[in-house]
């Protein structure tokens, strides 16, 4: 019966009927009336039986498909749960994503913010950098944050006037009454910035000339016009703004720096400047403990004079001890001599001198000095001995 279980009630009533017409079918094809009568008696009961089973198979289905929708509503429920619950975490999962997601875009947002302030930093230092007058600003700038940092007020000065009309964009007032260091900040960059520009061999060698006719006629200009005899040193710096310009300068234009030696004129870096600031500030700071070397001076003859009344009034004071320590020793002598005394005053024998006669007149004796007692005057003999 198997098989019948995919038919509906429906269709196994038409399966029914359809095998009731088949069987009377038959039974008229072979004929015989009473046969075909009891024929379908049987087919009658056939059907009955079949009713009943249909009826007991309807019930059967009906129960197992309660069960089945049953189960189906409770798998449906617990999946309903599972996706609920699943969609939940999902959806708690999304908004911590989506929180830190927004965090970071935060981030994001302020760093490009910054890249944007700093584009626009770089923008304006190229602008700086390109323009002849406000590149010899920042390099002037540098320089004097440079001076600053290093040296005290007044050991330095800042676009002074010579006597040429010149003006140098840094003086530093030497030692001893030397004449002033000049610093120039005034470096030629547009040969260079060609020069770090040029696509092509030819294009550099052009740009190389370039610098270092730019870079010669810069060195000449500032030894005529800042090394003034009796005015200035026989000296003066040529402050280069970047270490990278300096170094390719020194290993790749040897013939700049024997040039640039031969009229005295030093190029410097950062570093170096700084270095040679150090330098002057020592150099400053023993000047003035020269120029204060005659006071210090006077407070040690001072102090030498202080030392020697020190000395005469410890000496004072060792004799004034020597006194003292002195009578502490005559002192103890007296009272050694009291101690001896007294022992022989102890070892006097009184009886003796009772015994003798009363008419025996006394010998002279000096005046004793008289002890006076309760039984009356005891004179006694005192001697004095060293």
């Given at each position: 019966m198997a098989w019948l279980s995919g038919f509906g009630p429906g269709g196994l009533v038409a399966l029914a009927v359809g095998v009731l017409l088949i069987g009377v079918l038959f039974l008229r094809r072979n004929g015989g009336r009473d046969q075909a009568e009891a024929q379908m008696a049987e087919l009658m009961r056939a059907q009955a039986d079949l009713n009943g089973r249909l009826a007991a198979m309807a019930d059967v289905f009906g129960?197992?498909?309660?069960?089945?929708?049953?189960s189906i509503g409770q798998r449906l429920d617990g999946m309903s749960q599972r996706i609920g619950a699943t969609l939940t975490e999902q959806t708690r999962h999304t908004h911590e994503n989506l929180r830190r997601l927004q965090e970071r875009l935060a981030v994001i947002d302020a760093a490009q913010s910054n890249i944007q302030t700093l584009a626009k930093d770089v923008v304006g230092l190229q602008a700086i950098l390109s323009n002849k007058?406000?590149?010899?600003?920042?390099?002037?700038?540098?320089?004097?944050?440079?001076?600053?940092?290093?040296?005290?007020?007044?050991?330095?000065?800042?676009?002074?006037?010579?006597?040429?009309?010149?003006?140098?964009?840094?003086?530093?007032?030497?030692?001893?009454?030397?004449?002033?260091?000049?610093?120039?900040?005034?470096?030629?960059?547009?040969?260079?910035n060609a020069l770090r520009a040029a696509a092509s061999p030819e294009a550099a060698r052009l740009a190389t000339q370039q610098f270092r006719r730019d870079l010669d006629t810069h060195i000449r200009d500032i030894a005529q016009k800042y090394l003034v005899t009796g005015e200035t040193q026989e000296t003066a710096f040529l402050f280069v703004p970047s270490e990278s310009i300096f170094a390719d300068i020194h290993e790749h234009h040897e013939a700049i720096i024997q040039r640039a030696q031969r009229q005295r004129i030093v190029i410097v870096s950062p570093s170096?400047?700084?270095?040679?600031?150090?330098?002057?500030?020592?150099?400053?700071?023993?000047?003035?403990?020269?120029?204060?070397?005659?006071?210090?001076?006077?407070?040690?003859?001072?102090?030498?004079?202080?030392?020697a009344r020190l000395d005469d009034r410890v000496a004072k004071l060792q004799s004034h001890f020597s006194a003292a320590q002195k009578d502490v020793e005559m002192i103890a002598v007296s009272g050694a001599k009291m101690m001896k005394r007294g022992e022989k005053i102890v070892s006097l024998d009184f009886a003796e001198t009772a015994a003798t006669p009363a008419a025996t007149p006394p010998e002279p004796q000096p005046a004793p000095r008289g002890v006076e007692s309760r039984t009356g005057l005891l004179k006694l003999r005192v001697v004095d001995e060293d």
């Open positions: 129960t197992r498909q309660a069960e089945l929708n049953q007058q406000t590149r010899g600003a920042f390099g002037q700038a540098r320089m004097e944050a440079i001076v600053a940092d290093g040296l005290p007020m007044g050991a330095y000065a800042f676009q002074t006037t010579l006597s040429n009309g010149s003006r140098p964009d840094c003086t530093i007032r030497m030692p001893n009454g030397a004449p002033p260091l000049v610093v120039d900040a005034k470096f030629p960059l547009e040969a260079w170096l400047l700084m270095l040679s600031i150090q330098v002057i500030q020592s150099v400053l700071k023993d000047q003035r403990m020269r120029e204060q070397a005659h006071v210090i001076q006077g407070e040690v003859a001072h102090l030498l004079g202080d030392l």
